[in-house]
């Protein structure tokens, strides 16, 4: 088993940056893409960025290109998302989640192991 646990959410108004991790532990291996998801009250969960187990392909989803960024540290089997320029539309729990392969993913069905969320909530 894997556990993923996310951490860095908070309350920040709008422009403002967070900074999220999540923390591999159990049977991990760096073999593996991640990725970052959102869910926003009364919605479906969406894709956010992607990152592959290299670390050298990256996606994002449109909403969030250009203010978000996904890195990771395979030394520390830990996976971060960099928001910045923060909206109140980015108001979510936000997931990580380990892909089923080492190559980058956009669709929840490509993932097989998820956190359990850490809230971000973007005032105006």
């Known amino acids: 088993q894997v556990q993923l646990v996310e951490s860095g959410g908070g309350l920040v108004q709008a422009g403002g940056s967070l900074r999220l991790s999540c923390a591999a532990s159990g049977r991990t291996s760096n073999n593996y893409a991640m990725g970052w998801f959102r869910r926003a009250p009364g919605k479906e969960r969406e894709f956010v960025a992607t990152?592959?187990?290299?670390?050298?392909?990256?996606n994002y989803a449109d909403s969030v290109k250009g203010r978000f960024t996904i890195s990771r540290d395979n030394g520390k089997n830990t996976v971060y998302l960099q928001m910045n320029s923060l909206k109140p539309e980015d108001t979510a729990v936000y997931y990580c989640?380990?892909?089923?392969?080492?190559?980058?993913?956009?669709?929840?069905?490509?993932?097989?192991?998820w956190g359990q969320g850490t809230q971000v909530t973007v005032s105006s």
């Open positions: 989640a380990r892909a089923r392969s080492g190559t980058i993913a956009a669709v929840n069905r490509m993932y097989d192991y």
């Open positions: 990152i592959s187990w290299t670390g050298v392909n990256t």
